[in-house]
């Protein structure tokens, strides 16, 4: 009987010990996935930026991405989104809108992402529009004015805007060019998707105003010289040209003007030439220029409460001399109010998935935005939260510094 006395004991013993250890393993196991599962609770929601940061937008690319700082800064100082904080990732697509597909496609494998803000170009966020959808993502567009971007064709339709709509711009610089007396404007246009655009919106605010397009001509991006067309312009009885070119491009019109003594002709600009270091490539100072910028927003100008904070922000966070010395501040102020819509939609919907908040941010009634107090933003129809009562047109100071006059 010893034997089996001795046999059974250890059997038994090692039984014991087998069990306790599959048990502590399973205990450590399920502590651990709960340690994990709550360090995913506590990871921050991730708001995607896809804009220039090194190319020919670059101005408008860091306003745009300070704008979703501040923004960003505000809402993780008040507690977050729904027990979250917020983050920023941000990508540089150059100006290149196969650059800028990838970025979107990168965008869509990040758990968290619960939106992506856009850039400065047209062409980029038109041919990311396929990408966006497939994916699925909401897409907020501080800048890029295309109309065809938020008229898309898409349904449901992802793209949210805070900035000009091309189809409501061309109403505005005719009007002023109807102000200032002209009866008859030359289109210097970009030969891009923007630059088309604006072209139907023009010649259609033209024949309503009784405003002569005497030519049309169109500038490719990195084109060098423009002084061949300038002659033709110089030629005609055309009392003014109306500019749709980024900075580069612009640059390059005004720089011929200099060379053929033609800087007395008033130039009426879209504001792509406010995205880059436009100043920085004329060959001449800015108060030869007869020259007018359309604008949404200058912290002298909008001067809501909320633009106000803002200013201080920015100038805590980034520095300032004075409200004419941000440079961009259209963008800073559209994705700071994009970036506060969104959260408040998100609140309104109690989640983060995407069909839910498109479906909040389509119901906003209202809110006091750093721009302006947007009354019902956007709807099932309607993307664009700024329509041509929202702009007004803005020159430069001896420094390059935008500038409006006081309000009224």
Same mark, same amino acid.
């Not at 038994?12 to 340690?35: E, K, N, P, Q």
């Not at 809108?97 to 990838?102: D, N, S």
């Not at 604006?198 to 991006?221: F, K, M, P, R």
């Not at 084109?223 to 003014?240: M, P």
């Given at each position: 009987?010893?034997?089996?006395?001795?046999?059974?004991?250890?059997?038994?013993?090692?039984?014991?010990?087998?069990?306790?250890?599959?048990?502590?393993?399973?205990?450590?196991?399920?502590?651990?996935?709960?340690?994990?599962?709550?360090?995913?609770?506590?990871?921050?929601?991730?708001?995607?930026?896809?804009?220039?940061?090194?190319?020919?937008?670059?101005?408008?690319?860091?306003?745009?991405?300070?704008? /979703? &700082?501040? *923004?960003?800064?505000? %809402?993780?100082?008040?507690?977050?989104?729904?027990?979250? +904080?917020? #983050?920023?990732?941000?990508?540089?697509?150059?100006?290149?809108?196969?650059?800028?597909?990838?970025?979107?496609?990168?965008?869509?494998?990040?758990?968290?992402?619960?939106?992506?803000?856009?850039?400065?170009?047209?062409?980029?966020?038109?041919?990311?529009?396929?990408?966006?959808?497939?994916?699925?993502?909401?897409?907020?567009?501080?800048?890029?004015?295309?109309?065809?971007?938020?008229?898309?064709?898409?349904?449901?339709?992802?793209?949210?805007?805070?900035?000009?709509?091309?189809?409501?711009?061309?109403?505005?610089?005719?009007?002023?060019?109807?102000?200032?007396?002209?009866?008859?404007?030359?289109?210097?246009?970009?030969?891009?998707?923007?630059?088309?655009?604006?072209?139907?919106?023009?010649?259609?605010? /033209? &024949?309503? *105003?009784?405003?002569? %397009?005497?030519?049309?001509?169109?500038?490719?991006?990195? +084109?060098? #010289?423009?002084?061949?067309?300038?002659?033709?312009?110089?030629?005609?009885?055309?009392?003014?040209?109306?500019?749709?070119?980024?900075?580069?491009?612009?640059?390059?019109?005004?720089?011929?003007?200099?060379?053929?003594?033609?800087?007395?002709?008033?130039?009426?600009?879209?504001?792509?030439?406010?995205?880059?270091?436009?100043?920085?490539?004329?060959?001449?100072?800015?108060?030869?220029?007869?020259?007018?910028?359309?604008?949404?927003?200058?912290?002298?100008?909008?001067?809501?409460?909320?633009?106000?904070?803002?200013?201080?922000?920015?100038?805590?966070?980034?520095?300032?001399?004075?409200?004419?010395?941000?440079?961009?501040?259209?963008?800073?102020?559209?994705?700071?109010?994009?970036?506060?819509?969104?959260?408040?939609?998100?609140?309104?919907?109690?989640?983060?998935?995407?069909?839910?908040?498109?479906?909040?941010?389509?119901?906003?009634?209202?809110?006091?935005?750093?721009?302006?107090?947007?009354?019902?933003?956007?709807?099932?129809?309607?993307?664009?939260?700024?329509?041509?009562?929202?702009?007004?047109?803005?020159?430069?100071?001896?420094?390059?510094?935008?500038?409006?006059?006081?309000?009224?």
């Amino acid at each position: 009987m010893v034997p089996i006395r001795y046999t059974v004991r250890p059997f038994t013993y090692c039984s014991i010990s087998m069990r306790l250890l599959l048990l502590v393993s399973i205990s450590f196991g399920l502590f651990s996935s709960a340690l994990f599962a709550n360090s995913l609770a506590k990871e921050p929601m991730v708001i995607g930026i896809d804009a220039d940061f090194s190319a020919v937008a670059i101005d408008g690319g860091i306003a745009i991405r300070r704008g /979703a &700082e501040l *923004a960003v800064d505000s %809402i993780n100082q008040s507690g977050g989104l729904l027990g979250r +904080q917020l #983050s920023i990732v941000a990508k540089d697509h150059r100006g290149n809108p196969a650059r800028g597909i990838h970025n979107i496609n990168s965008f869509a494998a990040i758990d968290n992402l619960i939106a992506v803000i856009g850039g400065v170009h047209t062409p980029v966020a038109l041919a990311e529009l396929d990408a966006i959808h497939e994916n699925n993502l909401l897409y907020l567009g501080p800048w890029a004015a295309g109309t065809p971007l938020v008229d898309n064709g898409f349904s449901p339709n992802n793209v949210f805007r805070v900035s000009l709509r091309d189809a409501e711009a061309g109403k505005v610089l005719i009007s002023y060019a109807k102000e200032r007396g002209f009866r008859r404007v030359t289109l210097v246009l970009e030969r891009t998707g923007w630059g088309r655009s604006n072209e139907s919106s023009l010649i259609q605010a /033209a &024949e309503h *105003a009784g405003i002569t %397009i005497d030519a049309i001509h169109w500038i490719n991006w990195q +084109q060098k #010289s423009f002084e061949e067309d300038l002659k033709l312009i110089q030629a005609s009885n055309t009392d003014g040209i109306v500019l749709v070119a980024n900075a580069p491009e612009g640059a390059v019109v005004v720089n011929g003007m200099v060379k053929l003594d033609m800087l007395s002709l008033p130039i009426i600009s879209h504001w792509g030439i406010a995205s880059g270091s436009f100043l920085d490539r004329i060959a001449t100072t800015p108060d030869k220029l007869d020259i007018s910028v359309l604008q949404t927003f200058h912290f002298k100008h909008n001067i809501t409460p909320e633009a106000v904070a803002l200013f201080e922000a920015y100038k805590a966070r980034y520095g300032a001399t004075d409200q004419n010395s941000v440079t961009a501040a259209v963008g800073v102020a559209h994705a700071y109010d994009l970036v506060q819509l969104l959260a408040l939609a998100i609140k309104s919907a109690n989640s983060f998935n995407i069909d839910d908040v498109r479906n909040a941010l389509e119901n906003i009634e209202s809110y006091n935005g750093v721009v302006k107090r947007y009354e019902h933003p956007f709807s099932s129809s309607q993307r664009d939260a700024l329509l041509s009562n929202d702009y007004f047109m803005a020159s430069f100071d001896a420094s390059g510094n935008i500038i409006v006059s006081e309000p009224d």
